[in-house]
């Protein structure tokens, strides 16, 4: 449009920035709230101002901490090798969908109705499938598993978004060039849908760090990060929980920022080598 | 404590032997009667107990692991979870943990292992409560809901039916117990609470919460409406289903009413909920009273005139044990002999609970916690919890007295009914209405 | 390796094993236990594997089912017209009205952070803001706008929807704007070139290219409110029952027949409002364009 704002990007700019807001609101309590003074609760008002809360974080036993620890980096483990997965299988079975095939109705209804059925309903499915088989459940395999059906569905939306976003006509002149099937997809598809591949690792990586129905039960004898709070609440909490929301979000938004740049100069790269490509 | 040691000691050298024994009868290689068998071949021997959060924590695991000699792995799991866990995958897990609105689903199920008498050592100190069904004075208590007596001895070996007469067979050890009673908060309400039939008085509508759910919030809502005269029962806590409709009925009705403020799933949400001034008089569990004064508010845990809900969780092992791994099962039973010894029951006391094993604790505690935790003296100096936090002042007296001025007067018992499927049913309805 | 051809029916089907796999074993396995269980009679913590109908007579005539569903299907349309509008005002903003990419996607990334913290404590973070001494009310307080502190801001419909909306309106947004970056400029700078106005070509062109974007974000607004318990059990402070609500109380009774039941209901009626959307708009005859 235009190169002269007009007064609907002021009103539309007032509008985005108040969602910011109304986004922030309760993170906002969460991380001022976990500046509490000691003596402080989990609810305003502020009885002062200290880093105790993260301090009593970072000491093993202390007051409604449990073992966030262990848990931390469990769910960490966890979540960037769900988004891994993710990431592959759900590129896959996008792929397949670049064409209609016998099938491929069950294949898109089956991830449908694994975003619906109750998550404990899977959970406790696998469970029970497991124990008749006589397998005991471990993080490595059953835990993947379960959560890699929450995750999943989710990556193929993206794909179906992200290929269908896609000029097929660039494809079509790579193969009138004489491109074959895997150089084709190394050189044209993939830098097309790159963001999309980056988005499902980050949506496979923030389903699994979120998910307990699912893996709860067939994750073996760790807990996960929001298995451990959930437990947590069970007892006397402290505004060490917001002090755990305030590290996670700073945590995340160096992973965001990390991923990113890193995409970025990945993009710039391939760029460069294409255009090396052409000369 | 050093009578405890040796104590200690003496069943150590005993396992050094049974486990011995074992090994041969195993035929596992081992030379028999090797006399650091015990210890070496326990090394290695991994227990996982599940557990609540009041139960399963690292410093409790951290202690065991430095007195046992071999590894306790702990893990916090919310009920739902965790009796989902015993139920499909019994074999995962050593020793659990759960309280009296889990009982009834063990009957007959063969996942719990009946405990020998005989192998838990502390069992002729335990409370009456739990030994004979009876308070310290030998007087029998309400039987209303899930006393700690319905299900504490197995019938027989085969752990499939309890029985309310002492056997030689434990269902469970148990580990803590409390009597709750309605909070207040001194500072809002329009007049002083006596009764639970105050719960559901006019002046405090919109203002009160219950806990969520048929095992505690039913029979604290039927306490409730028995004391206010708008209800009569042959046993709260265990209803009949001509009581289950009337009762549900009346609650719909003071829903719409705009009676609740709300229901709260987890302590943390009860708590919020008096802290933040959003209820002034509530169900609640005794340390979320206690953790509401400690953020300075004034939060009253009184004794009222029909009594207290009392409560405890057990500590059981898992029948997979009998059948496994002697070296195991002897591994278990020494760490659930350790978990009443000392070290953890005093941890958890200073947080409020109460120890099944009251004597033991006064020898391993300060004087000071003792008196205040248990005889309900005035403390003699600050009541400090075991993270290092002022809990009260020197001066302060416990709300509700000693153990036995708090103990002694349960009117009902946190319960699983007989009719649960009906009570459920209908506990929706209320929900959607 | 170019000499070597597949037909394109079984490189789709390579393709989509893994994803296939998975969905089998993991979630049509548990589904197909589950519509067993759900014709099986139960007790304490138990299913007895007997062929039993009350599971199935209760839920078609009780009225629990009706108002559960009336309460979900209310909800849902609320949060589903507030989250389109706001889905579609702050898309229509990032995408044509924020010029450079480098803000776009700062903004983007601001709008995702927030969910990266744990749901229980978001969840918990709701207390100090709505509550009746929360910063809301103080601050209404504070602005003499109110005398006494107000309770409906928290445990009420009213905090259901607004947290609904906090944490759906991205679901929606971004479905829009991956729809809406599909819209060749030049289209939308033919159709100002002939004078339309900016709320025009919304109406004339913006709209009726990003139904498929619609779709997805309704797909993502439909199963998030229909699945969901965890929410509405949490600030409607347990007041409230929908049919996930249901499920869930007699999962935490361990009464797995009637929740059974329950949940292939909920399966049957969410999978024919997807289907139902998916004949309107084919995203995957999209994708074929």
């Given amino acids: 449009m235009g190169t002269k704002r007009t007064t609907s990007f002021y009103v539309l700019s007032f509008v985005f920035a108040a969602f910011l807001i109304f986004l922030y609101g309760p993170m906002f309590c969460v991380y001022l709230l976990s500046f509490q003074g000691p003596e402080g609760g989990m609810s305003f008002p502020m009885r002062g101002f200290s880093t105790v809360w993260f301090e009593t974080l970072f000491t093993a036993g202390g007051r409604g901490v449990g073992d966030i620890h262990n848990s931390f980096i469990r769910s960490l483990r966890l979540g960037a090798i769900v988004a891994l997965l993710t990431m592959l299988i759900g590129l896959a079975v996008g792929m397949s969908f670049r064409r209609r095939y016998p099938g491929g109705n069950f294949v898109f209804y089956s991830a449908i109705v694994s975003m619906i059925v109750p998550g404990i309903f899977v959970g406790f499915g696998i469970s029970l499938t497991l124990n008749m088989l006589g397998m005991r459940p471990q993080w490595w395999y059953s835990g993947i598993g379960a959560q890699l059906t929450w995750s999943l569905p989710f990556a193929m939306l993206i794909m179906f978004i992200i290929l269908g976003r896609m000029d097929k006509s660039y494809e079509e002149a790579a193969t009138d060039l004489g491109a074959n099937s895997f150089q084709r997809f190394q050189y044209v598809i993939l830098p097309l849908i790159l963001p999309g591949v980056i988005g499902m690792f980050m949506a496979g990586f923030t389903s699994s760090y979120e998910e307990a129905a699912r893996a709860g039960l067939n994750i073996g004898t760790g807990n996960t990060m929001p298995m451990e709070l959930t437990g947590l609440l069970g007892a006397a909490t402290t505004p060490v929980m917001f002090a755990v929301g305030t590290l996670t979000t700073l945590f995340m938004f160096t992973m965001v920022i990390v991923t990113l740049l890193a995409s970025w100069s990945l993009a710039k790269r391939r760029q460069l080598r294409l255009t090396a490509h052409h000369a | 404590m050093s009578e405890q040691e040796s104590k200690g000691l003496s069943r150590r050298s005993f396992m050094k032997g049974a486990a011995a024994t074992a090994g041969a009868a195993l035929g596992s290689g081992v030379i028999t009667g090797f006399p650091t068998y015990w210890a070496q071949a326990s090394k290695d021997i991994t227990i996982t107990h599940v557990g609540s959060i009041y139960t399963t924590n690292p410093t409790v695991a951290e202690q065991a692991n430095k007195d046992l000699g071999f590894t306790i792995q702990m893990q916090t799991l919310d009920n739902t979870t965790l009796i989902n866990r015993l139920l499909t995958q019994p074999e995962t897990v050593d020793v659990a943990d759960f309280g009296n609105t889990s009982m009834g689903y063990f009957k007959n199920k063969g996942i719990l292992m009946a405990i020998p008498v005989s192998e838990y050592k502390y069992w002729d100190q335990t409370v009456p409560l739990f030994t004979q069904g009876t308070y310290a004075d030998g007087k029998p208590y309400s039987m209303q809901g899930y006393a700690p007596i319905k299900s504490q001895y197995w019938a027989d070996a085969s752990a499939q039916e309890y029985s309310t007469a002492p056997t030689d067979w434990l269902v469970g050890i148990p580990v803590m117990y409390n009597a709750d009673t309605l909070g207040v908060r001194p500072d809002l309400v329009p007049h002083k609470v006596e009764s639970w039939g105050d719960f559901f008085n006019s002046d405090f509508a919109g203002k009160v919460a219950l806990q969520d759910g048929v095992n505690v919030g039913v029979p604290d809502a039927a306490v409730a409406l028995e004391a206010a005269g708008l209800m009569t029962y042959v046993d709260k806590g265990n209803m009949t289903r001509e009581e289950i409709d009337k009762t549900i009925d009346l609650l719909i009705e003071l829903k719409r009413a705009g009676h609740f403020r709300s229901f709260w799933t987890n302590f943390d949400q009860s708590v919020q909920l008096m802290a933040s001034g959003e209820v002034i008089l509530q169900s609640m569990f005794a340390p979320a009273a206690t953790e509401v004064r400690t953020r300075g508010i004034a939060c009253q845990y009184l004794p009222l005139k029909e009594g207290s809900r009392g409560w405890y969780i057990f500590q059981s092992a898992m029948a997979h044990l009998d059948s496994g791994d002697k070296l195991r099962r002897d591994c278990v039973m020494e760490y659930m002999n350790w978990c009443n010894s000392g070290f953890n029951g005093v941890y958890f006391s200073r947080q409020g609970f109460y120890s099944s094993v009251p004597d033991l604790m006064k020898a391993q505690m300060s004087e000071n916690d003792y008196g205040y935790w248990y005889e309900g003296k005035p403390a003699t100096a600050d009541i400090i919890d075991p993270f290092g936090k002022v809990m009260e002042k020197a001066g302060a007296v416990r709300d509700g007295g000693s153990l036995w001025d708090r103990m002694g007067n349960v009117g009902i018992w946190n319960t699983l009914m007989d009719e649960d499927r009906y009570l459920v049913r209908r506990w929706q309805d209320f929900m959607a209405a | ?289």
């Fill in chain 3, 1 to 289: 390796m170019s000499s070597m051809t597949m037909s394109p029916r079984i490189a789709s089907w390579l393709q989509a094993t893994p994803f296939t796999l998975i969905m089998t074993c993991l979630v049509m396995v548990p589904l197909a236990i589950i519509l067993a269980v759900s014709f099986m009679d139960y007790g304490f913590a138990e299913i007895i594997p007997e062929f039993y109908l009350g599971n199935w007579t209760d839920l078609f005539r009780s009225s629990l089912t009706v108002d559960t569903y009336a309460t979900v299907f209310r909800q849902l349309a609320m949060v589903w017209s507030i989250t389109l509008v706001l889905g579609f005002t702050i898309s229509y903003y990032l995408v044509f009205h924020v010029r450079s990419n480098m803000w776009r996607a700062i903004f983007l990334a601001a709008c995702a952070i927030p969910f990266w913290t744990s749901g229980p404590i978001r969840m918990i973070s709701w207390v100090p803001l709505l509550g009746r001494e929360g910063l809301v009310n103080q601050a209404l307080f504070g602005m003499g706008l109110i005398d006494q502190p107000i309770s409906w801001l928290l445990y009420s419909e009213f905090s259901v929807i607004l947290v609904y909306v906090n944490m759906l309106t991205m679901a929606m947004a971004g479905p829009i704007a991956n729809s809406m970056a599909k819209i060749s400029p030049s289209i939308i700078q033919a159709a100002r070139d002939q004078g339309a106005s900016e709320w025009q070509v919304i109406q004339e062109v913006i709209i009726p290219l990003i139904k498929p974007g619609i779709v997805v974000g309704t797909i993502f607004i439909i199963t998030a409110v229909m699945g969901d318990g965890f929410l509405v059990r949490a600030m409607s402070g347990n007041q409230m029952n929908t049919p996930a609500v249901a499920i869930m109380n007699e999962i935490n009774a361990f009464q797995f027949p009637p929740a059974a039941a329950k949940s292939v209901v909920l399966l049957v009626i969410v999978l024919g409002m997807v289907g139902l959307l998916l004949r309107f708009v084919d995203i995957r005859k999209e994708l074929a364009r």
